[in-house]
């Protein structure tokens, strides 16, 4: 066990609480997005697949900027079907065109969204990150962190909530089944949207990251969550500006303004995303929630068999 016991779990709050001026903030940082047409551009890829046609996408995310994803459909669907809005985990990208097929194969349109600045770590990207250098830790976590309108997750979210629009600007989308899925940072983007959205079927959030920063940054040394330690180390009067920028961006709080029914997933010896600050958000939510807890994995929580129970949700949800 690296963190709290499944009995101290069970209790566990964090004190993370949500900034004054929060609920200002995304929604004028959503408004300044939204005055750009989403623009989507489809262009289908052949694959040499016969049962999933797969689409190169690009749609305009934060100011307007363009972001990339993948569409995979089952063949020849014309809809409307359930979507799946899904979202990476930290350092890689949409990745490769032949990958990632469960969810149109189980009949959904999926639509996977790049991570801007992100996708040389273990996965294919092809969106940049198109935002001012400023002094930083090798990595995103404090890219733009002494204010919340420069960080780098402001960008980072609203492209999220962007592609939720753009799914639902697809004919073949069912625009009353959309949810929302990703692992670590992908749940932690999947909280937020669903934190900051009201038109959500679902949320599954596979041991997010980014939640209850506070607690992350006490308890665990491993990165991604020691870029910040490490900001600190040599920005040792920065302290308060950089807890009040994370206060705006934290998990718990998007959690607390959510609505949509959840899934949630946390791994007792995560030491990446500690189970703890993964109640953090849990126990926050909003909506109707459920949580798989397991108990003798790391970060990689449940692999396949999360995905397995997650695709038994959104059948009962979408």
């Known amino acids: 066990m690296t963190d ?6 069970a209790t566990y709050r964090s004190t993370q609480t949500a900034p004054d001026g929060f609920d200002d903030f995304w929604a004028g940082t959503l408004a300044e997005a939204a005055r750009h047409d989403i623009g989507v551009r489809l262009n289908q890829v052949e694959t040499n697949l016969e049962t999933i046609s797969v689409y190169d996408v690009t749609f305009r995310g ?17 809809g409307p079907l359930p979507a799946v809005v899904q979202y990476v985990g930290y350092g890689g990208g949409r990745g490769h065109a032949l990958e990632n097929l469960l969810w149109a194969s189980a009949g959904f349109a999926h639509l996977q969204m790049d991570t801007r600045g992100q996708g040389s770590g273990w996965s294919l990207g092809a969106t940049p990150d198109e935002a001012p250098s400023q002094p930083q830790v090798p990595g995103v976590m404090t890219r733009g962190i002494l204010d ?13 909530v962007r592609a939720v629009d753009a799914a639902r600007s697809l004919d073949v989308v069912d625009n009353n089944r959309i949810a929302v899925l990703g692992g670590s940072q992908g749940g932690g983007n999947a909280l937020a949207v669903a934190g900051l959205r009201s038109d959500l079927a679902a949320a599954v959030a596979f041991v997010p990251f980014l939640c209850d920063f506070p607690r992350a940054l006490a308890v665990t040394e491993s990165y991604p969550y020691k870029e910040i330690i490490d900001y600190l180390v040599v920005h040792r009067t920065e302290v308060d500006p950089v807890r009040r920028t994370l206060a705006y961006f934290d998990g718990v709080n998007f959690a607390a303004r959510a609505t949509a029914p959840a899934l949630f997933s946390a791994a007792l010896r995560d030491t990446v995303c500690p189970p703890s600050t993964v109640f953090g958000a849990f126990h926050e939510y909003g909506g109707e929630k459920e949580i798989e807890v397991w108990e003798f994995n790391g970060h990689e929580g449940g692999g396949i068999l999360d995905e397995e129970r997650a695709l038994a949700f959104l059948r009962s949800r979408l």
């Open 62 to 78: 934060f100011a307007g900027q363009d972001v990339r994803a993948w569409l995979r459909v089952p063949a020849h669907a014309t």
């Open 148 to 160: 919340p309108a420069t960080y780098y997750y402001r960008r980072m979210f609203t492209d999220a």
């Open 4 to 9: 709290l016991s499944r009995d101290q779990l």
